[in-house]
């Protein structure tokens, strides 16, 4: 499984952004998709799952309201679509997966990169204040 983000940028306060995970080696649709973002100095951070289905999400608290994460099954794709940017959100983004199947989980669990069996490279969003 190979997981490809792109999308990130430099962008002003206020300003928005739209981040894209393509998986290949297999089709996403039945997996959980996540995004994770780590600043310099910084641990990893969770910022936002969607569950196999697609039809649950889970946010940080930080980005909560201005985030939004998607799925494009016919595309394979994850998305991230970030408006209100602050300079607090610079990061590199990465995207990750889990490797079991249709399988839903604990609300929490989510959160946790222990989820997550299959990380691809980062995209580096920069917010200008």
């Known amino acids: 499984v190979q997981l490809q983000a792109s999308g990130g940028g430099l962008v002003q306060a206020g300003g928005s952004l739209r981040l894209s995970c393509v998986a290949s080696?297999?089709?996403?649709?039945?997996?959980?998709m996540g995004w994770f973002r780590q600043a310099p100095g910084e641990e990893r951070e969770f910022v936002a799952a969607?569950?196999?289905?697609?039809?649950?999400?889970y946010y940080a608290d930080s980005v909560k309201g201005r985030f939004t994460i998607s799925k494009d099954n016919a595309k394979d794709t994850v998305y991230l679509q970030m408006n209100s940017l602050k300079p607090e959100d610079t990061a590199i983004y990465s995207c990750?997966?889990?490797?079991?199947?249709?399988?839903?989980?604990?609300?929490?669990?989510?959160?946790?990169?222990?989820?997550?069996?299959?990380w691809g490279q980062g995209t580096q969003v920069t917010v200008s204040s």
């Open positions: 080696g297999r089709t996403s649709s039945s997996y959980v």
């Open positions: 969607i569950s196999w289905s697609g039809g649950s999400a």
């Open positions: 990750a997966t889990d490797k079991n199947p249709r399988r839903t989980y604990t609300g929490p669990r989510y959160y946790s990169p222990s989820l997550y069996n299959y």
